[in-house]
């Protein structure tokens, strides 16, 4: 029997929080793990995981939603293993999917189901209809955060969002380019002090990412820290956020809305 798809959405309520990195990070750090990866650049209009990487692709996801490829038709080859599902670039109509279309692509992942272990979904900036609909077909979501009044602020607008029209109230929480491990166990009480006033929710937070020089210097190369500067304290901290990713438990039933490889669970 094949076992379940972990589906992981990194998303921040705003730009700017270095989601796309984490995500590319991540991947990295549970490739080398062992794990079969594919990594969907889901900022649909504003493309950045293959600028990040240094990777040109013939196809990208437009191409998959007009029914001219198939998924793995516009699979790209990515650092250490991983896959990438590159996103289209200054396209209006991809920003602006309607419910069937982001259904569409959510049910055309199954095709690819038995040759990957965990997809990693980089969400777009904001908290769109497009943004929502990955964050809930996605079994975790982790919230980066960094400090900035405005990071915060519009992470808890996000997690309102999910959790007072969708039922959503488990989420993982990522401080990311902070100063210290004090800041980043700062910058989540500050969430959670708000989202326990008002929300019924349970945040967990999984550790930081330090502020570090050498994830700028490796972006500057189109290449992931881990693989460009793997001893840099960043890379570290990455490494260490994919050990605990790796021991998230995976999903054992559907959960009665459009999601992920949801044919793998009602299997199972």
């Not at 080859?77 to 996103?87: L, N, S």
């Not at 904001?126 to 975790?140: M, P």
Request: charged share 20%.
């Amino acid at each position: 029997m094949s076992s379940p798809v972990q589906v992981i959405a990194v998303t921040g309520g705003k730009g700017g929080v270095g989601k796309s990195n984490v995500s590319i990070n991540l991947a990295l750090a549970l490739a080398d793990k062992g794990r079969r990866v594919v990594l969907l650049d889901a900022d649909l209009g504003l493309a950045n995981i293959d600028v990040l990487l240094g990777i040109t692709s013939k196809g990208n996801i437009a191409d998959v939603i007009s029914g001219e490829a198939s998924l793995k038709d516009i699979l790209v080859d990515g650092p250490h293993g991983i896959k990438v599902v590159p996103a289209s670039s200054g396209t209006q109509k991809m920003v602006s999917l309607n419910h069937l279309e982001h259904a569409g692509l959510i049910n055309a992942f199954a095709e690819i189901a038995d040759d990957l272990d965990v997809l990693i979904v980089d969400t777009a900036a904001g908290i769109s209809d497009g943004v929502v609909s990955f964050l809930r077909a996605a079994q975790e979501v982790m919230v980066v955060v960094c400090d900035e009044p405005t990071s915060i602020t519009d992470s808890y607008a996000l997690i309102k969002l999910l959790n007072r029209d969708y039922d959503m109230y488990r989420f993982r929480v990522l401080a990311n380019m902070v100063k210290s491990s004090e800041e980043g166990k700062h910058l989540f009480s500050k969430l959670t002090t708000v989202t326990e006033r008002f929300l019924d929710v349970a945040l967990q937070y999984v550790g930081h990412v330090p502020y570090d020089e050498a994830v700028k210097k490796a972006v500057q190369r189109q290449r992931p820290v881990l693989e460009a500067y793997p001893r840099a304290k960043a890379s570290l901290a990455l490494k260490a956020l994919g050990d605990k990713a790796d021991t998230w438990p995976l999903p054992s039933t559907p959960r009665g809305h459009l999601e992920f490889f949801v044919e793998r669970l009602v299997q199972a």
